[in-house]
């Protein structure tokens, strides 16, 4: 029997490098022909070990990799059992390409954004404003509330120094939100709907009037959309209507689907004329644009009167009613003789938002829309909020409020008025509920089924 024995000599060392290859997800391994006799090229890349046997190619493709890495490598040849006698060792950086122009569009990306956001601040300041103001604005409302316990002392300590501390915060909140900007009120076709130059609504939360504009009906109304306890829009603030205004604030009655109307200033004072009479006598009906108003009740108590409005759309014959509490009691730019007699109004307003509970926005109104209009929603909320909370923040929503609208509580005296009804608040009139709810009843036809939500 005759063996044969094959010895094999120690393969040359051999040099490689690295190409991209695959978007850097794989490596691609190229060595210069080594000398020799060879039968394998033995790899290995971070402790992972390849073999590649002799087919007369000078390239090896390793998957699994990341792009942009950089990998140690070495490489070893095999002539049977006899290894080269030294590996080749290199770093194999793998493909950035895709990394690079990836990070590149996230940047490009990124300044282009940024430049949009400039311009459109630029161009629309007002509605980061919106954003920063009102959806935020209600938790720092809550963030500066002062408790029942602490509200006394808060308020002596305002009141020292003949209201030294109530004229300071007053003046500070003389500026705030005027830097807002209102260019559809300066229009010159709508500056003739304006009542007081002063008093304007900012653009981004004014109210808009549908329309389709065939006829050049204008869709600017001097209202403005206000915060309230539960909602950034609970009410609608605006100037008692013009002659010429008239038909546009029953279209925004409708067009709102409002339900209740909240009139803090009578139309006379002193000889001038404070608001337009927009509503039909007793028993009549009037049409006012698209509108058919029919006063169906009204009723006169001391300081208040209360009326019930059938408002028809003539041209669908859709029909609505809408609850008018106007608070007969508030001589202009003033304020009432006495607390009491403004949180009764209040508590009828109140409760009948509640009870009719379909979210939409009440109008409220005096003259110009600011002074005693901001005073009446102000002290709505707050009591709200004294009641859910037990703590109010009153210069913070007088703060939220002017973000919104110009001069809301146009006064430091009806500033100083919201401090004392929630004074007085916290010491109730025993007889005051009772007062308050024989005068809602002269207003709503079922007196039974009101005491039962009570």
């Given at each position: 029997?005759?063996l044969?024995t094959c010895?094999y000599?120690a393969?040359?060392?051999?040099?490689?490098?690295?190409?991209y290859?695959a978007?850097g997800?794989s490596?691609?391994?190229?060595f210069d022909?080594p000398?020799?006799?060879?039968?394998t090229?033995?790899?290995n890349?971070?402790?992972?070990?390849y073999?590649?046997?002799?087919n007369?190619?000078?390239?090896i493709?390793i998957a699994?990799?990341?792009?942009a890495?950089t990998?140690d490598?070495s490489?070893?040849l095999?002539s049977g059992?006899?290894r080269?006698?030294?590996?080749y060792?290199f770093?194999?950086?793998?493909d950035?390409?895709?990394v690079i122009?990836?990070s590149?569009i996230?940047i490009?990306l990124?300044?282009?954004?940024?430049?949009l956001?400039?311009f459109?601040?630029?161009?629309r300041?007002?509605i980061?404003?919106k954003?920063t103001?009102?959806?935020?604005s209600?938790?720092?409302?809550?963030?500066?509330?002062?408790?029942?316990a602490k509200?006394p002392?808060?308020?002596?300590?305002l009141?020292?120094d003949?209201n030294?501390g109530?004229?300071?915060e007053?003046?500070n909140?003389?500026p705030?939100g005027?830097?807002q900007?209102r260019?559809?009120?300066l229009?010159?076709e709508n500056?003739?709907?304006n009542?007081?130059?002063?008093?304007?609504?900012?653009?981004?939360c004014?109210?808009?009037?549908?329309t389709?504009n065939?006829?050049?009906?204008?869709?600017y109304?001097n209202a403005s959309?206000?915060?309230?306890?539960?909602?950034?829009r609970?009410?609608?603030?605006?100037?008692g209507?013009?002659?010429?205004t008239?038909?546009?604030?029953?279209?925004?009655?409708?067009?709102?689907r409002?339900r209740?109307i909240v009139?803090?200033?009578n139309?006379?004072?002193g000889?001038?004329?404070k608001c337009?009479?927009?509503?039909?006598?007793?028993?009549?009906t009037?049409?006012y644009?698209?509108?058919?108003?029919?006063?169906?009740?009204?009723?006169q108590?001391s300081?208040w009167?209360l009326?019930?409005?059938?408002?028809?759309?003539k041209?669908?014959?859709?029909?609505?009613i809408?609850?008018?509490?106007?608070f007969?009691?508030?001589p202009?730019?003033?304020v009432p003789?006495g607390?009491?007699v403004?949180?009764q109004?209040r508590e009828?307003?109140r409760h009948?938002?509640q009870?009719?509970?379909?979210?939409?926005?009440?109008?409220?109104?005096?003259s110009?829309g600011?002074?005693?209009t901001?005073?009446?929603i102000t002290?709505?909320?707050?009591?709200q909020?004294?009641?859910?909370?037990?703590?109010?923040g009153i210069?913070?929503?007088?703060?939220?409020?002017?973000?919104s609208?110009?001069?809301?509580?146009?006064?430091e005296?009806?500033y100083i008025?919201?401090h004392?009804?929630i004074?007085?608040r916290?010491?109730p009139?025993?007889?005051t509920?009772?007062h308050?709810?024989?005068?809602v009843?002269?207003?709503?036809?079922n007196?039974?089924a009101?005491?039962e939500?009570r």
């Amino acid at each position: 029997m005759h063996l044969s024995t094959c010895f094999y000599s120690a393969p040359s060392d051999l040099t490689a490098r690295c190409e991209y290859w695959a978007a850097g997800y794989s490596i691609l391994i190229v060595f210069d022909k080594p000398d020799g006799l060879w039968t394998t090229v033995e790899v290995n890349v971070t402790g992972e070990t390849y073999k590649e046997h002799n087919n007369e190619t000078q390239d090896i493709e390793i998957a699994g990799f990341q792009p942009a890495r950089t990998y140690d490598v070495s490489l070893a040849l095999i002539s049977g059992n006899v290894r080269s006698r030294k590996p080749y060792v290199f770093q194999c950086p793998t493909d950035p390409r895709g990394v690079i122009a990836g990070s590149v569009i996230a940047i490009l990306l990124f300044i282009i954004l940024v430049c949009l956001a400039v311009f459109i601040l630029f161009l629309r300041p007002d509605i980061i404003r919106k954003k920063t103001f009102i959806e935020g604005s209600r938790l720092s409302n809550k963030s500066k509330a002062i408790s029942i316990a602490k509200f006394p002392d808060h308020f002596y300590h305002l009141s020292a120094d003949e209201n030294r501390g109530f004229s300071e915060e007053y003046e500070n909140l003389l500026p705030v939100g005027t830097e807002q900007t209102r260019k559809v009120a300066l229009l010159p076709e709508n500056k003739v709907k304006n009542r007081f130059s002063n008093v304007l609504p900012y653009d981004w939360c004014r109210v808009r009037l549908t329309t389709s504009n065939p006829d050049g009906i204008s869709d600017y109304i001097n209202a403005s959309y206000m915060p309230g306890y539960s909602s950034n829009r609970e009410y609608i603030a605006t100037q008692g209507p013009l002659p010429g205004t008239v038909n546009d604030f029953w279209r925004m009655i409708w067009e709102q689907r409002v339900r209740g109307i909240v009139m803090v200033t009578n139309c006379t004072e002193g000889g001038r004329t404070k608001c337009e009479q927009y509503w039909p006598a007793d028993g009549e009906t009037c049409l006012y644009g698209e509108m058919l108003v029919t006063t169906s009740s009204e009723e006169q108590e001391s300081n208040w009167t209360l009326r019930e409005f059938r408002v028809k759309h003539k041209n669908t014959s859709q029909e609505r009613i809408v609850k008018h509490f106007h608070f007969t009691a508030w001589p202009d730019h003033g304020v009432p003789q006495g607390t009491g007699v403004l949180i009764q109004f209040r508590e009828l307003v109140r409760h009948y938002i509640q009870k009719e509970g379909t979210g939409e926005p009440t109008v409220v109104h005096c003259s110009a829309g600011v002074g005693m209009t901001g005073t009446i929603i102000t002290l709505d909320v707050l009591l709200q909020q004294l009641e859910r909370e037990r703590a109010v923040g009153i210069n913070a929503f007088v703060h939220k409020m002017r973000l919104s609208r110009p001069h809301m509580v146009q006064t430091e005296s009806q500033y100083i008025f919201l401090h004392q009804c929630i004074m007085d608040r916290l010491q109730p009139d025993e007889n005051t509920e009772d007062h308050i709810y024989e005068s809602v009843d002269v207003i709503y036809v079922n007196a039974t089924a009101l005491r039962e939500f009570r």
